[in-house]
């Protein structure tokens, strides 16, 4: 009778015990004699082909119902079946080829394959004569499924690793358009897109969607975005253009263009015209040759060729503005000699500037434009003594203060001598810069008074001052004479620097034979003039700041004269 039975083979390699290369398991029913056909590797054909049958025997284990029933070794049939893909064939001018699975490969692998060709140059050669060479098609029509080209290799002590891939797929299901991407794996972590070149052309680095026909992402904050490198050593020699129909810009250096070796500059093609140049330390406008740290020039202007300077060498005049390393520019030329060196006409516009007006510094140099100064034709004469104002007037910016020290009085006499003279006062002027409404401050000295009848000395005359709110100028005033007929000495003067003064006079003693001499000064007030036997008292000084005289007796004991007045002129 029929009976279902449980069948397993099991293939042993080298011996009935060896490893397993091959199992499998078949359930069949026999006949009513208890027999049955099965063929081994039916279950799994792709492993059962994979076995190597010319490297090592073979053994056959059978089970059925579990029940161990043998092991015997193949000596024939297997091999036949391996016949089917022999190992080598015979022809001196072809390898034979292995198939292994679903893998067909070269017998040895160190061959070369030529598809096309009889002369392959490498493990894989393929060569058309015609205009398609090579065709990769995934899927078999089935959408979403990508072409791959991988890149693998194999370190020594580590498996077999992907390095790269370039990969094809499309924009969007149902559309015909395409892209093509480019994967690479970083020391760690897995394989990653780095470019892609979209259907409508565009690149994209570190992006899939790129929105400019170069369009590079920096992932990170710090590192470099893009380098262009050109081959080795200082020279530099690279150059990149940008152009449209009309238009053509060079970014780089101009092979043949007379450049210097280490010169960046952005050109105009086109016009000819030099927009930007960069040279270690010198950046240029207008110019590939910048001469310092930076340089403009007018590209249409010709330079001139003469020395402006003196040094022996034509410089670049037209249309140059330059700035030097030592902090200097120049405005004409391109080797400026001073801080601030303009070649050619200045003009300041301040709102204070107008037809005939000079430019004019204040003390702390800043610069105005001023009316031309006029001749100081008109004055005011302060000749009492006091304390004045003096308000500078509309459209006056200079003025010229003088002053004189009032004198100093002569003393009395006696019958048996004459007094002293007085001592005159000093003088002293100053030229002031000054501005409209300014208030000048103005003090006259008075005059020293003469000396009582008898030995008594005369008064000495005050100082005469004039100040502007922060310069003041002083001229002394004369001393008075002393008693027993001695004479007074000049004031003097003193002020800021720009003063120009002169002491008083001082005045010759009388005595018991003789009258003393009137003394005299360059500019400030005289002395007073001692008297001997005459009876009279002393006379006043002359104005401006004179010294008094002594008095004189024959019979009786007379006063000495008073001395004049100081003085004060402020001229415009």
Request: charged share 15%; glycine share 16%; net charge negative.
């Given at each position: 009778m029929s009976t279902a039975v449980s069948v397993d083979f099991i293939i042993h390699r080298n011996s009935a015990g060896g490893p397993?290369?091959?199992?499998?398991?078949?359930?069949?029913?026999?006949?009513?004699?208890?027999?049955?056909?099965?063929?081994?590797?039916?279950?799994?054909?792709?492993?059962?082909s994979g076995i190597q049958w010319n490297t090592d025997s073979f053994f056959l284990e059978v089970q059925v119902n579990g029940n161990f029933m043998g092991t015997t070794q193949f000596l024939s049939v297997p091999y036949s079946y391996h016949s089917k893909t022999a190992d080598s064939i015979t022809s001196p001018t072809l390898r034979a080829w292995k198939k292994v699975g679903t893998n067909i490969f070269p017998n040895t692998i160190t061959d070369n394959v030529g598809?096309?060709?009889?002369?392959?140059?490498?493990?894989?050669?393929?060569?058309?004569?015609?205009?398609?060479?090579?065709?990769?098609?995934?899927?078999?029509?089935?959408?979403?499924?990508?072409?791959?080209?991988?890149?693998?290799?194999?370190?020594?002590?580590?498996?077999?690793?992907?390095?790269?891939?370039?990969?094809?797929g499309?924009?969007?299901?149902?559309?015909?358009?395409?892209?093509?991407?480019?994967?690479?794996?970083?020391?760690?972590?897995?394989?990653?897109?780095?470019?892609?070149?979209?259907?409508?052309?565009?690149?994209?680095?570190?992006?899939?969607?790129?929105?400019?026909?170069?369009?590079?992402?920096?992932?990170?904050?710090?590192?470099?975005?893009?380098?262009?490198?050109?081959?080795?050593?200082?020279?530099?020699?690279?150059?990149?253009?940008?152009?449209?129909?009309?238009?053509?810009?060079?970014?780089?250096?101009?092979?043949?263009?007379?450049?210097?070796?280490?010169?960046?500059?952005?050109?105009?093609?086109?016009?000819?015209?030099?927009?930007?140049?960069?040279l270690p330390f010198q950046v240029g406008i207008g110019t590939?040759?910048?001469?310092?740290?930076?340089?403009?020039?007018?590209?249409?202007?010709?330079?001139?060729?003469?020395?402006?300077?003196?040094?022996?060498?034509?410089?670049?005049?037209?249309?140059?503005?330059?700035?030097?390393?030592?902090?200097?520019?120049?405005?004409?030329?391109?080797?400026?000699?001073?801080?601030?060196?303009?070649?050619?006409?200045?003009?300041?516009?301040?709102?204070?500037?107008?037809?005939?007006?000079?430019?004019?510094?204040?003390?702390?140099?800043?610069?105005?434009?001023?009316?031309?100064?006029?001749?100081?034709?008109?004055?005011?004469v302060y000749p009492s003594p006091g304390t004045f104002t003096f308000t500078v007037p509309a459209g006056v910016f200079k003025i010229k203060a003088e002053a004189w020290g009032a004198g100093g009085g002569g003393g009395g006499s006696t019958i048996s001598a004459g007094g002293g003279g007085g001592g005159g006062g000093a003088y002293t002027m100053r030229i002031y810069t000054v501005s409209p409404g300014q208030n000048i401050t103005i003090v006259v000295g008075n005059a020293g008074g003469g000396g009582a009848?008898?030995?008594?000395?005369?008064?000495?005359?005050?100082?005469?001052?004039?100040?502007?709110?922060?310069?003041?100028?002083?001229?002394?005033?004369?001393?008075?004479?002393?008693?027993?007929?001695?004479?007074?000495?000049?004031?003097?003067?003193s002020g800021a620097a720009g003063v120009i003064s002169s002491g008083g006079g001082g005045a010759e003693a009388g005595s018991t034979t003789t009258s003393g001499a009137g003394g005299m000064a360059s500019i400030g007030g005289g002395g007073g003039k001692g008297i001997f036997n005459q009876e009279q008292t002393g006379n006043p000084g002359l104005a401006p700041g004179g010294g008094g005289s002594g008095g004189g007796s024959t019979s009786a004991n007379q006063a000495g004269g008073a001395g004049a007045n100081g003085r004060a002129v402020i001229w415009w």
């Open positions: 397993t290369v091959y199992s499998e398991n078949q359930n069949t029913t026999t006949n009513l004699f208890g027999l049955f056909n099965l063929v081994i590797g039916s279950v799994d054909p792709a492993t059962f598809i096309g060709t009889s002369n392959p140059l490498g493990q894989l050669h393929v060569f058309s004569p015609a205009a398609a060479n090579f065709d990769i098609e995934a899927g078999g029509g089935s959408l979403g499924l990508t072409p791959q080209i991988n890149f693998r290799s194999k370190e020594d002590g580590l498996a077999l690793t992907q390095r790269a891939m370039i990969s094809a499309s924009s969007g299901l149902a559309d015909q358009s395409g892209y093509l991407s480019f994967l690479t794996r970083p020391s760690s972590g897995g394989i990653a897109e780095r470019m892609r070149i979209t259907s409508d052309g565009k690149t994209g680095i570190n992006t899939t969607a790129p929105g400019y026909y170069l369009h590079v992402l920096n992932p990170t904050v710090n590192p470099t975005n893009m380098m262009l490198e050109a081959g080795s050593g200082c020279a530099f020699d690279l150059s990149y253009k940008l152009k449209t129909s009309c238009n053509e810009w060079l970014l780089g250096k101009e092979t043949g263009g007379g450049d210097a070796s280490n010169l960046f500059k952005i050109k105009h093609v086109t016009s000819g015209f030099v927009g930007f140049a960069m590939n040759q910048p001469l310092q740290l930076f340089h403009i020039k007018d590209w249409e202007i010709p330079a001139n060729t003469i020395d402006d300077d003196g040094d022996g060498a034509t410089d670049e005049t037209n249309g140059v503005f330059v700035f030097t390393r030592e902090g200097t520019i120049g405005i004409g030329t391109a080797v400026p000699t001073a801080a601030l060196d303009v070649r050619g006409n200045v003009k300041i516009v301040d709102g204070t500037q107008g037809a005939g007006k000079v430019l004019t510094s204040d003390a702390a140099g800043l610069a105005s434009w001023m009316p031309p100064p006029t001749p100081l034709s008109t004055f005011t009848p008898g030995n008594t000395g005369g008064a000495s005359g005050g100082s005469s001052t004039i100040n502007d709110g922060t310069t003041t100028i002083t001229a002394s005033g004369g001393s008075g004479a002393g008693a027993n007929g001695i004479s007074g000495s000049g004031g003097s003067p």
